[in-house]
């Protein structure tokens, strides 16, 4: 666990969670894969500047429910309600529900920003050029705005120097960090982070998940699916431990971390994660 | 051996004449052909099942039964469906046709190289599908697709020999009627030879320049 | 229905002809093969001579069209003195023809078998040939066996040219055909209807064989 993601943070909106608007609202999700059911019936509420971050075994099903989030995957059953209205689905005529037409679908996903774990940066463009490609084409933007724009985001995330390389030339920590700036320039009101650091060299973590606090900090609404519990127990607002499709605990880092009570399979997974990650501190006993 | 090559130079102008006609319908059947593939893969991209069930038929029956009876079907069974052509312009069309299937099925392998995760990240970012294929996929797959397009371009300069079959007088049908009016034969076949292994030598050799110039800045 | 009836009456020739232009096929495919390997085997050769002799093959035969092939060895061989049945010449062409791109397709195989095998090979003792016969060509004909049987289609396809020479295969037989019922139309559809099914069966067998042998590995 690197050192920087450890600190705790300062700054943050002061409001109790539950009493902020909800961003986004999973309702009883249900995503399946022909015959094997990944997700169970999810329910889960996002509220403005919370950061949530989604813990759990591989194959629980985190990465799915993000990606339901933002309708990469259509979801079978339930409803995802971005700012309110209903993501990936409408009413035909007869009143039935059917999968909504991609203007439908774009328009209410617009807002949200979504950072891959293998970056996914378009390797013929530079690193601004990935960053600018949507403020161009989608926000209409001239050239030199779009430049403008983007270098700041570059340079909110440390990169402006390396603007103009590709990502060939960029290191794992800096494609991310890209990746990060391109989904940040179209403005998003939620973020969806999944696994961003999972693809990374150790050493090249840090820099991510400081990024990262920088933008919890500054008060945007985040859902990390990850697994550097520091990050889990330092910046984020609520956990979730989703175990086999369904949300088998959730609260505040100090409860999920330290409290008693939690279910057995919640106390197994951080027990297996504890032990192989300080292994190094125990010695030959 | 003495090799006598008086007839090929006293026919020179007809032989030049034939080279040309080969290389018009070569390069006339890659750009249609080429064209026509091209907007069938981008049509199968977004197509209905039933769009794509008859494009990929299409492509099917085409990839399926040999060139000479596909121009047989065109320059002979025409007429009685009211397509009267000239044995050029039914090589042309036949040729284009034929390079079509080839061509879309090179640009559908094309634009799914590209990977998932770059066409998910444009959607997150709000690129809607034609924006994707044009600055995300196309740029990329053009790349990748050189060598293949490559392949297809030279299968059709050879298959322009066929056209000689329904009497478009390009380089084969041009140098046989020479032939057997001077029974010339050994000098026709060597100079028919050293034609079309000039033409695809300097095709495949075109293909790799082209490979190595645009692959140098899309290293994966 | 008296378009129906007189392509009806076609029939059995087409049937004829298509049994024709298949056996002319694999006739030639398996001359092909043994040819193929033979270049395929010159081309890993130590000498250099040898090597660039393969490489002309390749060329050579990938490069001039089958047409201008067909056409060479119908007219030179009388010219050389050799009387051969058209029949004879076109196998011929066609056999040397695919032989070049069997000999590509066959290498490509060799190439990708891991190196590391071969070493490992060699570590344990195991001579050329029983490296060749044991570890190599299993694994190459497994490789290549999609490409293998894509060449048996464009064989089947490439037939067709043989009917330039006169040779009675499915493509001549549509042509006398066309010339007395006057229905070009109707009768290069029957004949294009012919080679595509032919040409499916071969290609569904073609991938049963590929399963079977995915199946033997994996076991």
Known sequence: MSANADEAIEGRPAAPIRSRPVMIQLQGLVKRFGPNEVLRGINLDIHKSEVVCIIGPSGSGKSTMLRC???????????????????GYTQNRAGERVRAGDAEINQIRRNIGMVFQQFNLWPHMTALGNVTEALRLVRRLPRNKANELGLQMLDKVGLAPRAHAFPAQLSGGEMQRTAIARALAMEPHIMLFD?????????????????????????MTMVVVSHEMGFAAHVADTVAFIDQGRIVAQGPPSEIFQGLGQPPRLQQFLHDYLERNEFWTKGAD | ????????????????????????????????????????????????????????????????????????????????????????????????????????????????????????????????????????????????????????????????????VITVPELTGVLTGIGSLSYAFV???????????????????????????VGRFMIR | METLRSMM????????????????????????????????????????????????????????????????????????????????????AVSFCSSAYMAEILRGGFLGIPPGQLEAAHLLGLSGLQTLVRIQMPQALRLTLPSLVNEVLLVIKASSLVSVVGVAELTRTAQNIAASNYRPLETYFLVGVAYFAINSLLSRLGHLGERRLARAHTS
């Not at chain 2, 079309?196 to 075109?206: G, P, Q």
């Not at chain 3, 232009?21 to 085997?41: D, H, Q, R």
């Open chain 1, 195 to 219: 696994e961003p650091t999972s693809s990374l060299d150790p050493e090249l973590v840090g820099e991510v998940l400081q990024v990262m606090k920088h933008l919890a900090r500054d008060g």
């Open chain 2, 1 to 164: 051996m003495k090799l006598d090559l008086s007839v090929l130079t006293s026919h020179s102008g007809e032989i030049l004449g034939g080279f040309a006609v080969t290389l018009e319908t070569w390069i006339a059947g890659v750009i249609i052909g080429s064209l026509l593939g091209l907007a069938i893969a981008l049509l199968q991209l977004r197509g209905g099942r039933w769009l794509n069930r008859a494009l990929r038929t299409y492509i099917e029956i085409i990839r399926g039964t040999p060139f000479l009876v596909q121009l047989f079907f065109l320059y002979y069974g025409g007429p009685s469906i009211g397509l009267d052509l000239q044995p050029v312009a039914a090589g042309v069309l036949g040729l284009s046709l034929y390079g079509s299937a080839y061509f879309a099925e090179v640009f559908r392998a094309g634009f799914n190289s590209v990977p998932m995760g770059q066409l998910e990240a444009a959607t997150c970012v709000g690129l809607n599908h034609w924006q994707t294929v044009r600055r995300v996929q196309l740029p990329q797959m053009l790349v990748i697709i050189v060598p293949s397009l490559c392949n297809t371009i030279i299968v059709l300069s050879k298959e322009t020999a066929v056209l000689s």
């Open chain 2, 187 to 213: 000098q026709v076949l060597m100079t028919l030879c050293v034609g079309y292994l000039l033409l695809v030598e300097l095709t495949a050799w075109f293909g790799r320049w082209v490979e190595r110039k």
């Open chain 1, 69 to 87: 989030m933002a309708f990469l995957e259509a979801y079978d059953e339930g409803e995802v309600f971005v700012e309110g209205a209903l993501l």
């Open chain 3, 9 to 92: 009456q076609t029939l059995p020739l087409l049937l004829q002809a298509a049994v024709a232009t298949i056996l002319i096929s694999l006739v030639s495919l398996c001359f092909a093969f043994l040819i193929g390997t033979a270049v395929c085997a010159v081309s890993f050769s130590r000498s250099r001579p040898l090597r660039w002799l393969g490489m002309a093959h390749v060329h050579f035969f990938r490069g001039v069209p089958l047409l201008v092939q067909l056409l060479m060895l119908y007219y030179l061989l009388p010219v050389l003195g050799i009387n051969m049945s058209s029949l004879t010449a076109a196998i011929i």
